[in-house]
């Protein structure tokens, strides 16, 4: 199956249009596409099934217990399939079937370990004041942030390690997570500072149970690969990030990635 890309257009502030890239069967959105939700609207008719995810900023200035469905409805009426720790099993024009795995996966700060999690759960402060987001009416801090991660985590961990039936109900698995899995994905103009955490997991050990792994989140382009016993993981992040910044030079609108 050959998959179209795209993460962190922040359309609220950026200027950029979207269009199809030739010979791709699917769209995904990594997060992060518009924190007023009207630049979804762009991808109202695309001419191939569009699967996403939230990213944070999805979140900026409202409740999630009210966000998420509001989000998850406003993506149907427009043809878009939002996914939040679920799985979906697509079947490309060769019959190849590919077991997609999606969820936000917030950071739950321990990138460095747990040691280093009080100052990394410090540096997010900064993030969090940015979101200004409510759970439940309280501020989504990092303390709660942590709390939705290991949710997330727990989820990601025991769908990957699902196997197939006696059907064999898919031949590939992608994942697709906003926040990146390792620090492998950081933004190189960070490394490992505590705010690193805000923005990478350390799902390393769960690379080999997917074939490819879609990220976003970093405002950096990234497009590796992880050999392990089980064979290799491709990790691509095709973030596009803020222009005025720099950070859009690397970024590739039509980049397509064959599972």
Not at 96 to 109: G, L, Q, S
Request: glycine content about 8%; proline content about 5%.
């Amino acid at each position: 199956m050959r998959l179209q890309l795209l993460s962190d257009l922040h359309l609220e502030t950026e200027v950029f249009e979207p269009t199809p890239a030739p010979g791709a069967e699917l769209l995904v959105l990594a997060g992060d596409i518009d924190s007023r939700w009207a630049g979804y609207e762009r991808f109202r008719g695309w001419p191939v099934p569009v699967i996403c995810i939230a990213g944070n900023h999805e979140f900026d200035r409202r409740e999630l217990t009210e966000a998420w469905p509001a989000l998850r409805q406003h993506c149907a009426a427009l043809g878009i399939s939002l996914l939040e720790r679920e799985s979906r099993v697509i079947t490309d024009a060769q019959g190849k079937r590919i077991r997609f795995v999606a969820t936000t996966r917030w950071c739950d700060f321990d990138l460095f370990g747990e040691a280093r999690r009080p100052r990394a759960m410090r540096a997010a402060g900064y993030y969090m004041n940015v979101m200004r987001a409510t759970q439940h009416g309280a501020p989504f801090n990092a303390v709660a942030v942590r709390e939705e991660a290991l949710a997330c985590r727990g989820w990601l961990a025991a769908e990957l390690r699902r196997l197939p039936g006696l059907q064999g109900e898919w031949d590939a698995t992608v994942a697709i997570t906003h926040f990146a899995p390792s620090l492998r994905s950081g933004d190189p103009r960070y490394g490992d500072q505590p705010g690193s955490a805000s923005f990478c997991n350390a799902d390393d050990d769960l690379l080999p149970l997917a074939s490819v792994w879609l990220h976003g989140h970093v405002h950096c382009q990234h497009d590796y690969r992880v050999t392990h016993a089980l064979g290799s993981t491709r990790v691509v992040c095709n973030s596009r990030g803020h222009a005025r910044k720099g950070e859009a030079a690397g970024h590739q609108p039509g980049l397509v990635i064959e599972v």
